[in-house]
Nanobody
Framework: QLVESGGGLVQPGGSLRLSCAAS????????IGWFRRQAPGQGREGVS?????????NYADSVKGRFTISRDNIKNTVYLQMNNLNPDDTGIYSCAGALINKTPYGGLGDFEFDYWGQGTQVTVSS
């Protein structure tokens, strides 16, 4: 099970830190991706990814330099630190898990993941 938290309303230029708490997964034996859906009916966009051992990360071009993904395998939690947010970052953010240390396609495709959280709303607005 994956449970996201940390979403909310923030002004442009602000920051949020999202958390994805995993239960039922063996520590380090799963990789996590963060995805967002920016409008109803839109597809999910891969935002960031981290391998099970935390050694490899990946980011969408739209968030590079602003978002940082990390994980604490003792707490079974993956974090997404989001800085310098802008209105285009608004959306529902979901984390997804795959029971493999490293997915074969970079981790930004939703087809690479089997387990999904319910999502948390992020709204960037003044």
């Amino acid at each position: 099970q994956l449970v996201e938290s940390g979403g909310g309303l923030v002004q442009p230029g602000g920051s949020l830190r999202l958390s994805c708490a995993a239960s039922g997964f063996t520590s380090e034996h799963y990789s996590i991706g963060w995805f967002r859906r920016q409008a109803p009916g839109q597809g999910r966009e891969g935002v960031s990814y981290i391998t099970g051992d935390g050694l490899i990360t990946n980011y969408a071009d739209s968030v590079k330099g602003r978002f940082t993904i990390s994980r604490d395998n003792i707490k079974n939690t993956v974090y997404l630190q989001m800085n310098n947010l802008n209105p285009d970052d608004t959306g529902i953010y979901s984390c997804a898990g795959a029971l493999i240390n490293k997915t074969p396609y970079g981790g930004l495709g939703d087809f690479e993941f089997d387990y999904w959280g319910q999502g948390t709303q992020v709204t960037v607005s003044s």
